[in-house]
């Protein structure tokens, strides 16, 4: 089986967990290191679900159910990098703000855009709050 694939970056910082030094996305889930261990948050424990009892039910059908708005998070892309954001619903709010970009990097080649697709793959996006 080929090796998953993921983004990796480090952010300009991170609200929620405490002294992140890396960030990496796969299309099922988002991994933070912080003090030399990985700390893995699984994008179906994010899924904004009314009522939250509907949460363990969808665990469990995750791999089959083909939907569109598995929305676990919000976006603000309106800023410039440092302060650029993605906010997922966890408890607490997990916010991490993206680093800036060397210059003539396309948009397609943005960390920021290449997190967004490496979570579609998964089924997974974020609310724009722009």
């Known amino acids: 089986m080929a090796a998953e694939q993921c983004i ?8 929620g967990v405490a002294n992140v030094t890396e960030v990496a996305v796969y299309p099922d889930r988002l991994e933070l290191r912080s003090e030399g261990k990985w700390l893995a948050l699984p994008f179906v424990d994010m899924i904004e679900l009314r009522p939250r009892w ?4 969808l665990r469990l059908l995750s791999p089959r159910l083909r939907t569109k708005s598995r929305m ?3 976006r603000d892309w309106f800023h410039p990098p440092p302060e650029r954001f993605f906010r997922f619903f966890t ?6 703000y993206f680093p800036d970009e060397p210059p003539g990097t396309t948009y397609g080649d943005t960390v920021w855009w290449r997190v967004l697709e ?6 997974y996006h974020t609310w724009d709050l722009g």
Do not use: N, Y
């Open 8 to 15: 990796r970056f480090v952010p300009t910082r991170v609200e």
């Open 54 to 57: 509907l949460r363990p039910l």
């Open 72 to 74: 676990v998070g919000e």
């Open 91 to 96: 408890s607490p709010p997990l916010v991490i």
């Open 118 to 123: 490496t979570m579609a793959r998964g089924g």
